[in-house]
């Protein structure tokens, strides 16, 4: 468990939408390390403004479903919040092929 006032590592995955860019922007403002993991599908790079170019931001464009990419991404983590999720209920019932 992290302690308050303990600096750490974060990886935020959904953290381009409306909720992660804030949970990040607040990380970041107490001196954590903070990674956003996001595909940029429902989420936006204009959501990150106020985070881009701050020295403990990373912001990694790539999907859940590309589990190299993410497991390289998420190594040296210490907490991960998870908050990818596809909105698109239809859509997110057909089976996707990554390429």
Same mark, same amino acid.
């Given at each position: 468990m992290v302690r308050k006032n303990e600096h750490s590592n974060y990886f935020i995955t959904g953290g381009a939408g409306f909720i992660g860019? &804030? @949970?990040a922007e #607040?990380?970041?403002n107490e001196g954590n390390r903070? %990674?956003?993991?996001d595909n940029l599908v429902s989420g936006s790079k204009d959501n990150? #403004?106020? @985070?881009?170019? #701050?020295?403990n931001f990373t912001f990694i464009e790539a999907d859940l479903l590309d589990t190299s990419i @993410?497991? %390289?991404a998420i190594n040296g &983590?210490?907490?991960v919040w998870h908050l990818?999720?596809?909105t698109d209920i239809p859509?997110?019932?057909r089976v996707m092929t990554l390429t």
């Open positions: 860019s &804030h @949970l #607040k990380l970041l903070v %990674t956003v993991y990150m #403004k106020q @985070l881009s170019g #701050k020295d @993410l497991n %390289t &983590h210490d907490v990818g999720a596809n859509k997110g019932n």
